[in-house]
Nanobody, 126 residues
Framework: QVQLVESGGGLVQAGGSLRLSCAASGRTFSDYAMGWFRQAPGKEREFVAAISRRGDSTYYAESLKGRFTISRDNAKNTVYLQMNSLTPEDTAVYFC???????????????????WGQGTQVTVSS
């Protein structure tokens, strides 16, 4: 089992930045590919970003590329999502997810991940 705990969400004004963190425990963190997803009220969950287990490959939703950056620190068992130039459309609950991985391919679908955190709320005011 892998336990994931997100933090760093909150209320921010449009144009601002936030950095989300996801702390993992329970297994060898560097064996797991990680992803971030988000779900806005009344909308489907959507892919945000993913990172390979070694951190050498990253993938983004096309619409978010350039504003969001995913990274990981395997020594700290933590994956991050740096979010810049936030807009009210970024308001959502953000989830991190993990899956055991032996390759660096992109994983953009929720069903490709086995473990999920509880989520952290991000609210961007106009």
């Amino acid at each position: 089992q892998v336990q994931l705990v997100e933090s760093g969400g909150g209320l921010v004004q449009a144009g601002g930045s936030l950095r989300l963190s996801c702390a993992a425990s329970g297994r060898t963190f560097s064996d797991y590919a990680m992803g971030w997803f988000r779900q806005a009220p009344g909308k489907e969950r959507e892919f945000v970003a993913a990172i390979s287990r070694r951190g050498d490959s990253t993938y983004y939703a096309e619409s978010l590329k350039g504003r969001f950056t995913i990274s990981r620190d395997n020594a700290k068992n933590t994956v991050y999502l740096q979010m810049n130039s936030l807009t009210p459309e970024d308001t959502a609950v953000y989830f991190c997810a993990a899956t055991y991985s032996t390759d660096a391919r992109a994983r953009r679908r929720g069903d490709e991940y086995d473990y999920w955190g509880q989520g952290t709320q991000v609210t961007v005011s106009s």
